[in-house]
């Protein structure tokens, strides 16, 4: 996600702004611009691409000034580009803005906004916010700090934002709702960004601004505001952690930091796009073919790794609620077979990335052959987003680990979504199915944190399993693709040998792999298969298997029979891999960490695959 930096002070402020963009690299971006204000008035570089990419484009220029804000960019709306990079200015050119979050509202506000006279240079949600702030400052005659919070009285979605007036180069407005923003305070400096590693070689003395706090730093002081005009009295916090476990905010790893994203990260996929009281669906990025969607023939899904794993969880739901056939293809086999499509066909190609070759080519094969292709990816403006007709973010940030965790759980929010919206087109749920069902999904972020909670059981269980030399993870319906994902996860960070199958399909061969040296994990959570998957644990106990189960709290039944239950919170059957897979995600974590591998970036493994 986006990084922002301000300062404001007596040192030069381009080097401390720069260096601080880089020190927010690891959040992952795709481009980067700093605004200064200096005697020459302002001065703002800003260029799609790196860091250094920048800092060359500015070399030879005007880079003076005590003042100023740099901004690390990872697209939301608007691809990546020099224009569409920040800062942003206003329709005066007077005030610039820097912004980490999304402006849910942003189109009906821009079209108010050209209503009365302004231009836009870019395509993003950020510079709306600041022309509206200029119409507010201009109309009320208001000073800066007022502007900004009258605003943002009116702005749906999250911020974490800082604002320069050129006339003022005595003040920095920063505020925040939803996006993280720490407040460094210096002697006679203040440094502002979204987590402490651009702050702390400065100062250990922070402020960590809340939800819908508002600021304005001087450089002698600075006054905070609740969105409702209430002083604040801010509290300074002493910083004790070291900078390299902050870029991974205090977590030892990346991936255990984006396995415990995933309550926010699912939170942002579903942000403005589901509306439980009504019952709705909205997306956005399909709405076009809403038509079409309602007499296609088929849906073929194209993926690779985890992501295929996603395609599978997504045939159980379309099928199941908008009963269209669904096919799920390793993309890697697909573009060489030689398959039946029609133009009455849509392929979904799923990726992380928005790079992988495999996943690239099947989709240039399937739109040679006249299918309408959507795409569900994490990284806007990747080549797979410009290759298909239409497709749907899924807004979980970064992922730097290579091991996906939060890109699978938000892909499955996605098809999960889509099922839904695809149902509404078809009419295949009533209303009142849909508002249940969006109800519930509406509150998994909180179930997702409940389960997070299971960590210290799930660290015993690694703790017994850890010098295992294979594993067998075995599940039923839409449990048998959680299997198929908790196998793949152990693989690839503890290089233990992992099998994922259907439950059922243990009797047709698999099940003599199994003795006490065996440990097999059940997806035995409290959903249409769950008699049948008691059976298939009787089969493995009968056989000395060393069973862990995945089982829905409160479970007695499977308590007596496995030999570990690690509990996630109940859910309707639609939203069981969602939970299912936390557990299956932190067990690989602390297996792997156990046996010393590294758990980021495993032997043999790139995080983008974008060679065959
Ligand atoms: C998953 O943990 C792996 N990193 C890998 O299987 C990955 O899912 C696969 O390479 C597909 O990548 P993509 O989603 O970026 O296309």
């Known amino acids: 996600m986006c990084g922002i930096v301000g300062y404001i002070g007596y040192r030069e402020a381009w080097p401390i702004v720069l260096k601080g963009l880089k020190r927010l690299e690891y959040r992952g971006y795709d481009s980067a611009g700093i605004a200064l204000i200096n005697d020459s008035g302002q001065s703002i570089y800003k260029k799609a691409g790196k860091v250094a990419v920048l800092e060359e484009f500015a070399e030879h220029q005007d880079r003076t000034g005590t003042i100023g804000m740099g901004h690390t960019r990872w697209a939301t709306h608007g691809v990546p580009s020099d224009r569409n990079s920040h800062p942003h200015t206003s329709n005066n050119g007077k005030l610039s803005i820097i ?51 009258l605003a943002l009285n009116e702005v749906s979605g999250a911020y974490a934002i800082v604002i320069m007036d050129k006339d003022h180069p005595d003040q920095l407005i920063a505020a925040r709702k939803g996006s993280p ?59 004790e952690l070291k900078l390299e476990m902050l870029e991974k905010g205090g977590f030892e790893h990346f991936m255990l930091k984006e396995i415990y994203e995933q309550p926010r990260s699912i939170k942002d996929c579903m942000r403005g796009r589901i509306y439980p009281a009504e019952g709705k ?37 379309i099928e199941e609620y908008a009963r269209i056939p669904v096919e799920v293809e390793y993309a890697s086999e697909f573009r060489y077979r030689n398959p039946i499509i029609t133009e009455k066909d849509v392929v979904i190609a799923i990726s992380q990335s928005g790079e992988t070759a495999d996943t690239m080519a099947a989709i240039e094969m399937a739109k040679e052959r006249g ?90 269980v690694a703790e017994k399993i850890k010098d295992s030399r294979n594993c067998l993870f075995l599940g039923r319906g839409s449990g048998f693709p959680v299997a198929l994902e908790g196998a793949l996860k152990l693989k690839e960070i503890s290089y233990i040998h992992a099998e994922g199958y259907p ?15 065996m440990p097999v994990v059940f997806i ?29 709290e409160g479970d007695t039944e499977v308590q007596k029979m496995a030999d570990y239950c690690i509990e996630i919170p109940d859910a309707n059957e639609a939203f069981l891999p969602l939970l299912a897979t936390i557990p299956l995600q932190l067990l690989s974590y602390h297996i792997a960490v156990m046996r010393g591998c590294n758990v980021d970036q495993p032997r043999n493994l790139a995080k983008s695959v974008t060679v065959e």
């Open 181 to 239: 923003m720490v407040i460094g305070v210096g002697k006679g400096e203040y440094f502002i960004a979204s987590d402490a590693t651009p702050i702390i070689e400065y100062t250990k003395n922070v402020i960590y601004l809340k939800d819908g706090e508002i600021a304005l730093v001087t450089r002698e002081d600075l006054l905070v505001k609740q969105l409702d005009n209430i002083v604040q009295t801010p509290l300074i916090q002493e910083l």
């Open 524 to 552: 035995a959570t409290k959903n249409s298969s769950y008699e049948k998957v008691i059976s298939n644990i009787q089969e493995v106990k009968a056989r000395k298997g060393k069973v862990i189960a995945i089982v829905t």
């Open 281 to 317: 669906v909205q997306l956005g990025g399909i709405k076009e073919f809403a038509e079409k969607l309602k007499n296609i023939d088929r849906i073929i899904i194209v993926a690779c790794g985890t992501s295929w794993h996603a395609g599978l969880v997504g045939e159980y739901l």
């Open 371 to 460: 299918a309408t292709i959507f795409g569900i990816c994490n990284v806007a403006g990747a080549s797979i987003p410009r290759l298909t007709h239409a497709g749907v973010y899924t807004h979980a940030g970064p992922e730097i680990g290579v091991a996906s965790t939060k890109a699978f759980t938000a892909q499955v929010t996605v098809l999960t979504l889509m099922a839904f919206y695809m149902a509404q087109q078809k009419g295949t749920i009533t209303a009142s199915k849909m508002i249940e069902l969006l109800t519930e999904l509406d509150h998994i972020p909180e179930k997702i944190q409940k389960a997070l909670e299971s960590n210290d059981i799930i660290k015993e």
């Open 99 to 149: 912004h980490n979050g999304i402006i849910e509202n942003y189109a009906t506000l821009k079209e108010e906004l050209i209503g009365r006279g302004h231009e836009f240079k870019s395509d993003t949600d950020t510079e709306v916010l600041i022309h509206l702030i200029e119409e507010i400052q201009k109309i009320e005659n208001l000073d800066l700090l007022e502007a900004v919070r």
């Open 503 to 517: 439950a059922a399909e243990m009797k047709h061969g698999p099940i003599a792999l199994i003795d006490e040296e």
